[in-house]
């Protein structure tokens, strides 16, 4: 009996200690970029030459790259180099996190490398210098030509340690590259990494070529080009560079796009002068019809899981967004405000659709839930559209064109890529001028 | 039949006994008295009615004057009391010096609360605009974010009565923590991310430990934002040591729970 009176006291007792724990609810925080210090990556005594590519400056050239891409986000705040006290040798073995933080630094990438045998071969650790603990380290070995691809896969490791979410540094862009008078404007496939470095283009330009699409799950590309005036899709292996024809369809074709699995191909074309929405597949190329509408539709665009299809159509008077299971029922319209809406991008997270939007002349990109509420206008401009997701759904990459005079002069196309707060507009650097762009997925998955 | 009626009557009795004794909210807490603030009254003028507007000027201003002469009368006692060492010095000179400083602290005294007197009644005049913009802002941010405010308060509620931090201590020390952490802004706003830290508090408000309540699900898989999440939390209390605590009641804070959650912002 004692024994059963004393649990209840004890009990409750121990009841009465929780009620007092004192809690303070933290609802807001400051939203600067995290500082964080990138030091020049340790290059070994024992690394030996290797042609075209200066060595002993290998490990700051590397850190730059992580530096700008840090940069290039918005979140991070990478910290000048002159400000380091600690030298990169002992650094990459203990810091004195007393040091870098007198500095204010939070975060810490250091790293080693050693080029022998004609490897490159790289390590880094990303310190907590708060916690005065190593977040997370790793080593790879590549070929040294590679050494750009090495810069943006440390960055990626780094960014999805601290953020949460997978990075999109170690990834291309292909793009409509763009020269001459605009009447008679030259029309090329470009392709560059995502921070402007080692553009190629993969077309002469003796055709006109549209809307290149990377597939979500490797590096094929498909694109609309004219041949004698009619439009054919093609389909194109980065890799290897071989290119072949999809098909030749009637009438006015639009954008082709990969289906999340790659398998198929999604378009719009006009059968019997109405444009409708097909797929492809690519292996037995049977093509399938999924709307039938005397309205014009266009755009399609799928969702990550495959189950629906986002698209424009102008069955309501104004073209507006819609959105419909994969086999074409179920069409809802999603959205409703005023103005004309078109180019409806899945984003790879599921969780949101881009789109341009024309309102009063003025072109937008925006983003919003894919039932169509919480619309944001992320940019405004003369002229802008097509945008294309970051392979994390965070980063938006779109064109812009400038007014032109009467003759033409003046006329410009951009890239540009802006994160889905609308914070962190930038202009891509691109050779030529550019249009309608579109990201790959991560190179290195 | 009976016996186990009594059995059941005494343990039900104990119950409600425990549960009296121990239970919080069955203690009736002494009334959290805040702070005595002491008011002055000071007499802007023989009428206390509300005056209008151009009226109210003149009657201040010459409220104003009417101190001043009160300043200047009451001023010269200062040096009256200079005057008196100069007097014959009599045998009890000590009870003399005494009185002598009294007097000199006298005015002193009246000098510095005086001249408050006048500076709050400046500070009225000018502000009352401003104090009724000021309410109209807050209203208006009230109707913003309504469910804020709300949520808000039934926190503090909740901690002013279970706990030993006053709203302002608890307001400072949010407003503290609010300086160190920086939020990870690629997070979802869609999903539950609150972190839950369990702070040990040393006297100084340095750290003595620190726990993340949930910390199992910073490492299973599908779960990267939390942890990254909770790691920007774990940096912000770090970086903000020592913390902002009371300088008394130490056995009621030194175990301390701040929930970090993003989500009000990431919505924003």
Not at chain 1, 60 to 82: A, V
Not at chain 2, 95 to 121: A, L
Request: charged share 30%; with cysteine; proline share 6%.
């Amino acid at each position: 009996m004692k024994k059963i009176f004393l649990i209840f006291i004890i009990y409750f007792s121990s009841l009465n200690f929780l009620y007092a724990l004192i809690e303070v609810d933290i609802t807001r925080g400051n939203l600067d970029p995290l500082p964080i210090a990138v030091s020049p990556l340790h290059v070994d005594i024992k690394s030996t030459e290797y042609e075209g590519i200066k060595i002993k400056e290998l490990g700051i050239d590397i850190s730059k790259i992580i530096e700008r891409n840090f940069k290039s986000t918005g979140l991070f705040n990478p910290l000048k180099k002159e400000a380091f006290v600690q030298k990169p040798d002992i650094a990459h073995l203990k810091p004195r996190f007393e040091d870098w933080r007198l500095i204010k630094a939070q975060a810490l990438v250091t790293g080693k490398i050693l080029v022998k045998d004609g490897k490159l071969k790289v390590e880094f650790r990303l310190w907590d210098l708060t916690a005065a603990k190593e977040m997370t380290a790793l080593a790879f070995t590549t070929t040294p030509s590679n050494w750009r691809r090495v810069a943006h896969i440390i960055s990626d490791k780094i960014y999805e340690r601290l953020t949460g979410e997978e990075g999109y540094f170690d990834t291309r862009i292909i793009y409509v590259a763009e020269s001459g008078p605009k009447e008679q404007r030259i029309k090329k496939l470009g392709i560059m990494d995502q921070d402007g470095a080692n553009t190629k283009y993969l077309t002469l330009g003796n055709e006109l070529v549209l809307t290149p699409r990377f597939s979500p799950t490797n590096q094929m590309v498909t694109y609309l080009s004219y041949f004698r005036n009619l439009p054919r899709v093609y389909l194109l292996d980065i890799e290897t560079g071989m290119q072949e024809v999809v098909g030749n369809f009637p009438g006015m074709t639009f954008a082709p796009r990969f289906s999340p699995d790659g398998k198929k191909i999604i378009m719009s074309f006009a059968e019997d002068g109405n444009s409708d929405i097909y797929t492809m597949d690519l292996e037995t190329r049977v093509v399938e019809r999924i709307t039938n509408h005397s309205s014009i539709d266009t755009s399609p665009s799928f969702s990550p899981d495959g189950k629906y299809i986002v698209f424009n159509s102008d069955r309501s008077g104004l073209q507006q967004i819609y959105v419909m299971r994969s086999d074409g029922n179920e069409v809802k319209r999603i959205t409703f405000g005023s103005g004309i809406y078109g180019t409806p991008v899945w984003s790879p997270r599921g969780d949101l659709i881009a789109f341009t939007k024309v309102r009063k002349g003025r072109f937008y990109i925006g983003v919003m839930r894919t039932d169509g509420s919480g619309e944001r206008l992320l940019t405004e401009n003369f002229y802008q559209e097509a945008p294309s997701w970051s392979p994390n759904g965070r980063v938006l990459v779109f064109y812009r064109e400038t007014k032109s005079g009467s003759k033409g002069e003046g006329f410009s196309a951009t890239l540009w890529s802006i994160d889905i707060t609308g914070y962190n507009e930038r202009k891509l650097a691109t050779k030529t001028d550019a249009s309608d762009p579109s990201w790959s997925s991560l190179l290195s998955k | 039949m009976t016996k186990s009626l009594i059995y059941s009557l005494m343990f039900h009795s104990v119950m409600i006994l425990l549960t009296v004794l121990t239970l919080p909210f069955m203690i009736r807490q002494p009334i959290d008295l805040p702070p005595i603030v002491s008011v002055e009254l000071i007499q802007i003028s023989d009428k206390t009615n509300i005056p209008f507007a151009p009226k109210a000027r003149k009657i201040i201003e010459e409220t104003k004057k009417k101190e001043e002469r009160v300043v200047s009368d009451q001023a010269p006692p200062a040096a009256k009391a200079k005057e008196k060492p100069d007097r014959i010095p009599l045998p009890d000179d000590t009870k003399e010096k005494k009185k002598i400083v009294k007097k000199k602290q006298n005015p002193e005294e009246i000098e510095p609360q005086i001249r408050q007197s006048s500076e709050f009644e400046k500070k009225e005049i000018v502000d009352t605009n401003q104090i009724a913009a000021l309410i109209d802002k807050a209203k208006e941010e009230e109707a913003v974010k309504k469910d804020k405010v709300a949520k808000l308060t039934q926190s503090s509620v909740k901690n002013s009565f279970a706990t030993g931090l006053t709203l302002s201590e608890e307001d400072a020390l949010r407003a503290q923590i609010f300086g160190c952490w920086s939020v990870p802004l690629g997070l979802p706003y869609d999903k539950d991310l609150l972190v839950r830290i369990k702070l040990k508090l040393k006297k100084d408000g340095t750290i003595m430990k620190s726990e993340i309540l949930d910390h199992q699900r910073m490492n299973r898989p599908g779960q990267k934002f939390y942890k990254a999440l909770a790691e920007s939390a774990l940096r912000a209390v770090r970086l903000c040591q020592p913390l902002k605590v009371p300088p008394t009641g130490y056995e009621k804070w030194r175990d301390i729970q701040l929930n970090f959650n993003p989500t009000e912002m990431l919505k924003g």
